[in-house]
């Protein structure tokens, strides 16, 4: 997604959606990013460069956990982990390998991502605002528990670049641009929901074990 190298602070914000009642989780991330007009490098924090092409990795330091999935799973504040970079189009994604993994607490944990929702421009929806321009776009997924090999959740999440001190015209003009990120996950996690087969059969089988016992007390 080569929009520009980001010149400012880039919020990462992933929206784990699953059910309402779910209470809210936040994971806090460091990172260096480059970001062109179709893709998006991370670098190796807190260096920056070198950014690692698609669909290589660069890393980022854990800043900030509350309960949830990820302190559950050991994850914890100055710890490390890799993401990798983008260079994707909008719709579904066929990455090699999981979007984000982490070195040590958490290690179980993987996020995949699945697909670019289409933005006002490619895969990135541009504003102006007082801070700078932002650009950001939307990345959908799941998480990983490599433990128990399954799903821990489906996400949907936003990553926002803001350039501070730009325009959204003056990005068109400086692109590439390397910056350091700040981000923040904030999630709704629930566990995965049983498959409606398994539902299915679990109701036959409880139709079953009533109809049997109603002809024992018949037979009596």
Do not use: H
């Amino acid at each position: 997604m080569r929009l520009a190298q980001i010149v400012g602070s880039a919020v990462l914000g992933t929206c784990f959606a699953v059910a309402a009642s779910a209470s809210p989780i936040q994971l806090g991330l460091n990172g260096d990013a480059q970001v062109g007009s179709n893709y998006i490098d991370f670098g190796q924090y807190p260096n920056g460069a070198p950014y690692t092409p698609a669909p290589g990795y660069g890393t980022f330091e854990v800043s900030l956990v509350n309960a949830g999935v990820f302190s559950s799973a050991g994850v914890t504040t100055g710890e490390f982990g890799t993401i990798q970079s983008l260079n994707e189009p909008p719709g579904a994604v066929t990455l090699p390998g999981p979007f984000m993994t982490f070195d040590t607490g958490g290690s179980n944990l993987e996020l995949f991502a699945t697909n670019i929702p289409p933005g006002a421009v490619g895969p990135f929806d541009l504003t102006d605002t007082p801070d700078g321009a932002v650009a950001s776009f939307d990345v959908d997924g799941y998480v990983w528990d490599t433990n128990t090999n399954s799903k821990v959740d489906t996400f949907t999440g936003t990553f926002s670049a803001t350039f501070d001190g730009e325009t959204v015209a003056d990005l068109f003009g400086s692109l590439p641009i390397d910056t350091p990120f700040s981000a923040t996950f904030t999630a709704n996690v629930i566990p995965d929901a049983p498959e409606p087969s398994t539902l299915s059969l679990f109701a036959l089988g409880l139709l079953g074990a009533g109809y049997l016992a109603s002809r024992r007390r018949l037979s009596r």
